[in-house]
């Protein structure tokens, strides 16, 4: 506390008061500069309750330096008057006095004294009255002690024109008493202790305030990667729509299943070596279901299962090239044709979120590698409305409501929709995932059933990702350059919300 | 997707009305095209090249239009009118016929047998009487460079010659010949070059460079001869100056040279089903003759109508609506495929014209009646198929995991599964062959050479990245790696690791000891040597000598943790005493 002492008699003046003191009275009854009590008034304020104090602002009049001599000596003009003798004064040499020039001109004005011009020696001056009433000085007078109220406005500017009051603003405090006033100032203590609750010393102790403005301590812990978050809310999603999650922990893949199962040509531009990472070492797969893959390359090469087919030279050589997966369909194609070597079929739903490699040209959005989210269903008689009917569900978890569908081309899927849902900041309808039934092409060599159709859809995990939590460049999000600082600071992810 | 570059006006002017560009953009949608951009030319020049360049360019307004890669049908201005025209129903698709020449006689083109060794297939036609503006030459050449693009895979799998015909004279003999024994003026040059000289001129065409490639290292290279020895084209590469084509060209020969015939078939239907329309008899094609070694003989261009039987109750079940066979039979009229019922059993006779080679199945009819319905007007419906979901062991314990080693202090990273071989061997210590990594054949960078065999370089990058952040840092990320395995189908497998890294002003193996503690606790292992964990000192040139151990449980050893090789901390740009665990986490399954 900055001055304990004239806390104390700040107290016990508020005590005796009757409602309340204002803080200049205080300082100045107890000879003491204002900014003293100001301090106690806030070292008491900060205790809680003791007192309250309500801050003033008044304006008052003060006599200026020039207005003390006044008060002491008189106004320049009555000086003028007093020292003026009954034969008179010659004007030049009145004019040398201290209070000469300006007591000549008022004490003129006044009337008091008068000027003879034509006196020999030059002009002279002589008292007009005989006696005077100094009002300037009775003015001042009263100011001094506190009593310019009874002043006139109009007096008091006359005499602030004249420079010898001036008009001042006073902050002040209005203290009263608080709820838990008391006239003496007790020690508070900061926390609670162990001894203060095994004595019970805690009820008659003040406890210093906290500071709510300020933060409190991040605790001391580890974080979840932001993109895995997000993962695990679509895992979330998928099992509560029943999907069965599909082991994609194969990164590297045949072109077999990730090309030629799907029907996809061996000519096709994905199959090229700027799109497509293709394995030196172990360069080549090896085994394949032999009979599954004789059908495979007659729908390619012949067609069938009612297809005219693409009617080219459908070679192994293509087939067995190892790559890194351009999409984990390749592992839906291992499990639909898992499911075709059932002895019944039974209907499945089935999903999986992992990584998949395309040898691109990289910028802010794209990676070499990215997580694709997939979706699958088969059973018999699915039709084009059931596919977007369960996409029209999977996008509502994903809290994205307006949805509408762009025929597109695919070539393992047909129909095959491109799925737009309405961006409100953007404004404007966006691209967020790709979707269709898959081709009989596909499935017929597989073994699965005629009358089973498979719809399935796809998108990126990044993309909604870098949308929810605002990152624009991808690699501040994926890989060792990430800001580990946004990796603690990212919040939980509730995709519906 | 390709993208089509149209004249707004044009292209209005051709559809008979206007749009906005909201209303055009629409349209598209419905289409299943897409209006990507609305340009310029000198847009284009001056985004490219800066304003200075592109004074004086045209801006007469562009739409770019981006079509699905399986409709060659609408990469031209000429066929989207007539896809979008037929949509609407304000025209009907016209029927193409191949005629034969007033005189009788074809066009011949007789391969020899040469090509074998490059090139075997050829096919050709004959746009009589045509009447090409500057618009329509334009796009002609346009049209020609869309489908070299796709459907000919960069010229690979089809090259297309165009020719006036009234500069050469038939029959046509399309042979391969050594290089060297190849020469002729080729387009827009002024003196003639032998092939091998050619090759050399193109090397540096920013266009033509990349085709060299399809002919380069062959023995011979294809080559089309008139019967006065005059060379047509030497393809995929380059026409002859000879008989190329003007606005005031008015019978074309076209060849289409290829190593896949149907292709070749497909791309030929596209150009003259495009251009026949400015033939003085519309739509008509001139027939041509191919007569391949050993006397085979074929009439081109095929112009195939197909017909296929399609009931209305298949089309509704695939589709999901209720929809009569009549209404059916319009929709997919509109979609360019002529159908109508026949019988009473809701059977649809659907014709398939030589345009739309992308209907191979039923089911490309079925997503054209929906097309033409509008996927946005149908019902959306929930499946009734029950099931049981069920995790991927390997995925709930990872899951289950990842939130307890946060829970334990430790943060998350998320590294890249391609990385150098650096990485994985030189910067720990290691010799690239003890790694058993999967090596990628073509990485445009030494970011992706191999896949990762181990977390731990990724994760001390990660470290590298954030040195600024307070210490100490903890990291973890449990994920796969891939290692080559013979006993699977591709030769490798991917493994599920745990690795986590503790870097401080000292090194802190405590603490990552704890963690491996912590982690055993978690999969309910106890400390023992039979059937629970244990540590033991081992050797190993990532670590500090006497500061590593290897880690065994279940009675096999499951990956090390201790004190990381001063030499592996400077490797990876770090200053700070390092320790980490890496270890299998798949025999906790």
Redesign the interface.
Known sequence: MADSGAAESLLQRLDQADGGVDSQQVAASLGVDHQLVVGAVKSLQALGEVICAELRSSKHWEVTEEGKEIVEKGSHEARVFSCIPAEGMAQSQLMTLPSGKVGFSKAMSNKWIKLDKTAEGGPRIYKSVDSIEDTVKDRLQLVQRGQAGSLEEKEKNELKKRKLLSEVTVKSYWITKGCSFSTTVTKQETELTPEMLASGAWRDKKFKPYNFDALGIIP??????P??KVR?QF?QI??E??????????????SFWNFDALFQPQ?H?ARD?HDT????????????PLDYLERVKRVHSE?G?????????WKIEEAQK?I?RTHTTAVSARMLYRLAQQEEFT???YFSID?V?R?ETLDATH???FHQVEGV?A?Y??????L???L??FFIKLGITKL??????NPYT????EVFSYHEGLKKWVEVGNSG?F???MLLPMGLPEGV?VIAWGLSLERPTMIKYGINNIRE?????????M??DSPVCRLDS | MPTVSVKRDLLFESLGREYTDEEFDELCFEFGLELDEITSEKDIISKEQGDVKAEGASDVILYKIDVPANRYDLLCLEGLVRGLQVFKERTEAPRYTRVNPADGEPQKLIITEETALVRPHAVAAVLRNITFTKDRYESFIELQEKLHQNVCRKRTLVAIGTHDLDTISGPFTFTAKPPADIKFKPLNQSKEYTAPELMNLYKTDSHLRHFLHIIEDKPVYPVIYDSNGIVLSMPPIINGDHSKISLNTKNVFIECTATDVTKAKIVLDMVVTMFSEYCDKPFTVEAAEVVYPYGKTCIYPELPYRKETITSDFINKKVGFNETPESIAKLLTRMYLKSEVIGEGGEIEVEIPPTRSDIIHACDIVEDAAMAYGFNNLKRTIPRTYTIANQFPLNKLTELLRQDLAAAGFTEALTFALCSQEDIAEKLNKDISSTKAAHIANPKTAEFQVARTTLLAGLLKTVAANRKMPLPLKLFEISDVVLKDETRDVGARNNRRLCAVYYNKSPGFEVIHGLLDRTMQLLDVKPGREKGYYIQAAEDSTFFPGRCAEVFAHGQSIGRLGVLHPDVINKFELTMPCSALDIDIEPFL
Do not use: W
Request: charged content about 20%; hydrophobic content about 35%.
């Open positions: 001391d812990c580890g974080h979840l990667h993109l895995m695990t895992r998928f099992l729509m029943g999907f069965t999650e599909m082991p994609t922990n194969n990164f590297i893949e045949s000519q531009p070596q990472f293709f394995l030196s070492d172990p360069a080549i797969a090896t085994e394949f067609g299962y009612g297809s005219q087919g693409y009617k080219y030279d190892n890194l209907p499945v739903k990584r490699f040898n990676l070499a590698e269903v059973d008689g699915l039709t084009l409305g059931d977007m009917g369960v029209h569900q509408r569908f762009k025929p597109a081309f047909e129909p095959s929709m039934v081709r009989p092409e159709s999000l994926v890989g060792h350059k990430v800001n580990l600082q990796v603690y």
